[in-house]
């Protein structure tokens, strides 16, 4: 099989391949959910329609969303700096243990200080384990794509760490830790539902960053140092500045995340306070094209697929990393198919 | 056509569609033992091609080639190689890692144990053969160009090649490696080789070989012996024109012919005294103990083009990006007209005047952004409104400069999918919009096509009539004689001597050139 | 406090045996210009199919055969991506790593939902009591024949030139009739069984058992590894000895009473830091291989 290089790109591809996309990614799960001994339509019912057909589980999917928006537009906007932060996973954690470390030792300030602080806390934390590998690679020139890879197991260890340490739970001795102050807990966006403020401080980030990174002369410079480096610093862009900065609000938003997830879910932290949330932002990022926009749509896809598996293994008993595997694979497949639009496949080449 | 009998070489047929491009049309072409044939043709006229088809690195669509009258299915270069062909491509494929001797055995090699003391033994032993030497041991990271392609060269002979392609082997070398090359093909072709030269140098090729063949937009139009052309009937060929019209008008001709264009002396000399736009002064640029760029002192003045010679590697790329602002200064003052720019940032060189037209117009352009990102992403702060970027403004600036330079885009077309004309006329859009004191210009010609050349040639004359200064690159003495009023030389890293156009024979430059003698 | 130092260079030597199988897999498949952030991955699961195929069929032997072709299965899939298609390298490697992780965790759900399997035979040790040289049959291949061999092939082999010449210069690789992408798909599947053998050794030879995150970034530890060894195996070696080391003497610590208060975790993350450290000393301005993090479409 030979690929050979398509002068034009018809326009009708760019959806065809996304549908392929899709339809190789549902075939190939399907056979894992078969193994499992479930009917792999009702499955799929239950992954990608049942979540969205009734409002109580729409709110669950907005839910489940949230911490992908933090993440994935935390990734997408280090990417489009042309920064590879694979470390969203470990900001993540951190901005939970700092939203948590006031949680817990001023427990009683009022909601009006406790919030911002809290959240702040969470920025702080995420901003601190991108630092590092943010400033050795502007000053020493080491690749933070292995920096920032190997502090998430160091950031898994600190939470580890301190749930079985200083921070066990003083009342009943589990690895986790003790419930933070009730002012800290993020209020429901929609009363009457489990989503919370979280949700709604990911969107006005999203919405932000959509406006400074397709707007202004700031998004079109992290574009440019993000295409080519060379040629914005020939252009007069500041690339080690711009990256430094964008690896820092990457941190930053993905330790928000975290905080978010502590202070509107699970109002302590434990050892699966995030479950490859940071990750997944990588495949957020991805799909959705570094767009603000497209993080918005695909972390409400992965959110949607993480309500049904959790349904799907209740029901049918098919375990919940089948969500994962499917939203890995439907980046790769995604990917491939966006590509593969280029090329005209050739089986033999003719003489 | 001869029949294939006494031909070492055969390309029958040979045709390559890319798309709607033909790139060669049925060519047909024969060399024979011991004979020298080149090759001639303009850029994209599908000379590369087809001597990519004859060594296995590009699949023709239709069409044999033969050695020795044998058909062979050339499938990689390994199948050309086993069938005595070899090649010095035009950008060397030398591993700058590895030593001479790894180089030259890599196309040998197979999985398991090479012998270091029998490879040098025998790559030592194809040198002798060719009169080249080079220390098989070097790393060839740190060979010159020439020293380059003579490893190349034997890296071709190392596999008792038949017939050696040489693809625009002259482009890069002084003409002293240039002599030497000669020679070389010289002892290969008294050795029963046969040699394919390509090239698009006249001289040259009447130099050196036995028969003539001119391709243009991928047919082949000519196919004589040395001694039944002429200068200008072969340039006519290549050119399409016939040769009684080659003399009327504003012909790609003339506009390299110095006399046609130089201004008189006297002009030159009230150049001489006009106010100095750029001043270089003691400037050098140290990277890792290296020095790239030793006390370089040169002056542009108001209305003048400086033009400045070299072989490439001598520095100039340094120059350019030091004075643009991606180098830092090591030592010495850069300034333009009386502000010292030394150690300013790019933004701040542009404010004070400074254009840039660089060799590399594919890394000075974003390629996946459109054609109106590119022409602002230098001045995104004059195309700010309340904050946000101006969209309109934006596509109205780059409408206006669509049409003043004939650029052949829309606005949000990608760079990437431009031509090297446009995507030069999309950087000329740039640096001279902003109305330069001062425009440096390295090799800004290079890869274009005739009728864009000529464009950018008048442009560069336009600048320094309107009063700018032009500090013109090139390696292609035909383009500084016809532009420069005086040629400045630089080798390793130090100007040699500046001269003044009309006494810059190619001799005199080539000499400079290569550090043989140092004019005043 | 006391600290038993043949137990400790004993300790060392496993627990740098599976870092420099993968590490060595990881030279081979950078040489050639591809990042394989699939690592991570293809350890996971040459642990996983090793322990499962074991488990299953009552063999280490079966199992150590599974891993590799896991490995070279997860190997062939990143040049599907990154050769053929010329995806991006980060993503595919990636998206390579959470698919397999996430697929053996399903599989892992499925068969032993609940249960802490375990294996009735694990490897062998060799010399069995000696506190250095009681070591499992892959330990001493990973030193004496694995490391060497990658290093003499590197340096005189045919292969090591080829490998070396797609790394640095696509166009000196195929004018020499060297196939880029076959040879990058050589790699990747050569190195891909390479680093399931690593991951294979966890749960065959030391713990004889599968647990969820089993790898715990020991992916990542070799990415960082390569580079700080510049691309050499010794080197690589060396960096594989001093994360286990450090993890090594953390073990020891952890029962030398002065220590035992400090708390594991630190010392768990101890390898991580003296890895970036390393790092940061050793890895500073490196030269990539040209051909790095591209790829490559004949014309």
Known sequence: MRLVVREEIPKWTGPAAIAVAVAITVAITAVPIRIAGANPVAAFERYLITPLSSMSSIYEVMLTATPL?????????????????????GQFLVGAIGATAVGINLPNLPAAVALPLGMAMGAVGGLIWSVVPAWLKRHGGIDEVVTTLLLNPVALLLVQGLLNGPWRN???????????????????????????????????????????????????????????????????????VLQWRAALISGAIAGMGGASQVMGVQHQLTFGISTNY??????????????????????????????????????????????????????????????????????RAER | MTSGDRSLLALENITKRYGDLVANDDVNLEVAPGEVVSMLGENGAGKSTLMKITYGLVRADKGTVRVNGEEIDLKSPRDAMAAGIGMVTQEFSLVETMTVAENIALSGVGLGRVDPADLRERVLEVMDRVGVHLPPDQIVGALSIGERQRVEIIKALFHDCKVLILDEPTAVLTPQDIEALFKTIRRLRDDNLGVLFVSHKLREVAEISNRVVVLRHGRMVANKPIEETTAQSLAALMMGVTPDTTTAGDTPLAAVDPRAVSKTAEARQEVQTAKSLLTIKDLSVEKGGIKALDSINLTVHAGQILGLAGISGNGQSQLVDVLSGTLPTSAGQISVENVDITDSNVTERLRAGLGRLTEDRRGTTFAKMSVEHNLVVEDLHKFRRTGMLDRKAIRRHANELIEKFAIKAKPSDAVGSLSGGNIQKVLLARALHRDPKVLIAAQPTR?????????????????????????????????????????????????VGELDVADATAERLGIMMTGGEEAA | MTINILALIGATLTIATPLIWAAVGEVI???TGILNLGIEGTMYAGAFVGFVAAHRSGSVWVGLGAAIIAGIIAGLAM???????????????????????????????????????SLTRKFDVWFS?????????????????????????????????????????????EVAGISVNRTRYAALAVGGAMMAVGGAFITLAMLGTFTLQITGGRGWVCIALVIFARWRIWPAVGGALLFAVVNALQLQLAITPLFSDIPREIMLALPYLAVIIALTVWGRKVRYPSTYLQAYRRA
């Open chain 3, 129 to 173: 009591g000696n506190d250095v040289f009681g070591q499992h049959w892959l330990t001493y291949v990973a030193f004496l024949v694995l490391a060497p061999l990658a290093w003499w092939l590197m340096r005189s082999s045919g292969m090591g030139y080829r490998l070396h010449a797609v790394g640095e210069s696509f166009e000196a690789a």
């Open chain 3, 29 to 31: 498949i950078e040489k």
């Open chain 1, 69 to 89: 928006l933090f993440t994935g537009m935390a990734v997408a906007i280090a990417f489009r700096a042309g920064y590879w932060n694979i470390g969203a996973e």
């Open chain 3, 79 to 117: 040049g599907l991506f990154a050769v053929t298609l010329g995806l991006n390298q980060h993503v595919s490697g990636l998206g390579i790593t959470l698919l397999l992780i996430a697929a053996c965790d399903f599989v892992f759900r499925l068969l032993y939902s609940g249960e802490r399997p």
């Open chain 1, 170 to 240: 003083p009342e009943t001795g589990f690895t986790d830790s003790a419930r933070i102050g009730t002012g800290y807990d993020l209020p429901a966006l929609i009363p009457g539902t489990r989503v919370h403020w979280g949700f709604g401080i990911a969107i006005i980030i999203i919405i932000i960053s959509g406006i400074v990174l397709t707007r202004t002369a700031t998004g079109m410079r992290i574009k440019a140092a993000g295409q080519s480096p060379h040629t914005a610093e020939f252009s007069g862009i500041k690339v080690g």
């Open chain 2, 447 to 495: 890869g274009l096509d005739i009728g864009t050349t000529g464009y950018v040639h008048e442009q560069l004359r336009d600048r320094a009539a309107q009063g700018a200064g032009v500090l013109l690159i090139s390696e292609d003495l035909d383009e500084l004689r016809a532009l420069a009023d005086r040629i400045a030389v630089i080798f390793r890293g130090t100007i």
């Open chain 1, 278 to 347: 940071g990750y997944t932002g990588v495949i957020v990022a991805t799909l959705a094209g570094l767009s603000a926009v497209g993080v918005a749509l695909v972390a409400g896809l992965l959110g949607t697929i993480g309500v049904g598996a959790q349904n799907v293994s209740l029901v049918l008993q098919v375990p919940t990393q089948l969500g994962a595997m499917f939203s890995a694979l439907l980046m790769l497949a995604v990917l491939s198919m966006v590509t593969l639009r280029r090329f005209k496949v050739r089986w």
